[in-house]
């Protein structure tokens, strides 16, 4: 599973650029904390917006977890609004962004070159790129279907199985590993939410899973 992050600049933190600040220390700490506990869930992709402030407080605490062995096998990408990003960042700041990128595994440029609104896409493609994936998937599989979001993470997607939702999602974890959340937590019957804030690859093994446990059930 996937784990996407962007935050504040330090223009909008208490404590600006001091990072000495304790209030700061407290907050990487509890950055630590959350991404550990995701691993702990089954989340090993991590994507950041690479902007100044808890962006890189984000990239460095997966860094720092994996340096220390609690993340073997974490992955890290920089999703980069533009290739001029961080052009008129100070030096310190660009040389501690471009030392994140030289570790990351990957890095992503989402646009040629800065224009307005760049960032807002750029926020966009990190949770929205996988949506036509899961479109074709719903197309070609008579068994499911759904309303196809504007906005957002998640999906509802329907089946027409005779099987209530927490037994549908309970068993395919149980039998695929995969995870959605029971659509009678919302209080919508014979559904599931699936999200698709996640790499390419885990959303299609994911739904190939689903495809394989569906089929059991015909």
């Known amino acids: 599973m996937v784990c996407a992050f962007t935050g504040h600049r330090p223009e909008h933190l208490p404590w600006r650029t001091d990072e000495t600040d304790a209030r700061c220390a407290a907050l990487k700490a509890v950055l630590q904390r959350e991404v550990s506990a995701l691993y702990q869930r089954g989340f090993s ?3 950041c917006g690479m902007a100044r402030g808890c962006d ?4 460095e605490a997966v860094l720092a977890l994996r340096d220390a062995g609690e993340l073997p096998d974490a992955n890290l990408t920089a999703m980069l609004p533009c290739p001029s990003q961080a052009a008129r960042w100070d030096a310190k700041t660009l040389d ?3 030392q994140i990128l030289a570790r990351c595994d990957e890095v992503r440029v989402l646009e040629a070159e800065y224009s307005p609104g760049c960032m807002l896409r750029r926020n966009r493609a990190i949770v929205r ?3 036509a994936v899961l479109d074709g998937w719903i197309a070609e599989k008579p068994h499911f279907y759904y309303t196809k979001p504007q906005a957002g993470t998640t999906a509802l997607v329907y089946y027409d199985f005779d099987v209530p939702s927490y037994e549908f999602c309970e068993r395919l974890y149980d039998e695929t590993g995969a995870f959605v959340t029971p659509g009678d937590c919302f209080e919508q019957p014979k559904c599931m939410r699936i999200g698709y804030a996640c790499d390419k690859k ?3 093994d994911g739904l ?9 059930l015909s």
């Open 202 to 204: 885990t959303l299609e």
């Open 45 to 47: 992709a991590f994507l």
């Open 129 to 131: 790129e996988n949506l």
């Open 96 to 98: 501690r962004y471009r």
């Open 56 to 59: 890189l407080y984000f990239a």
């Open 208 to 216: 190939s899973a689903l495809a394989a446990f569906a089929q059991k």
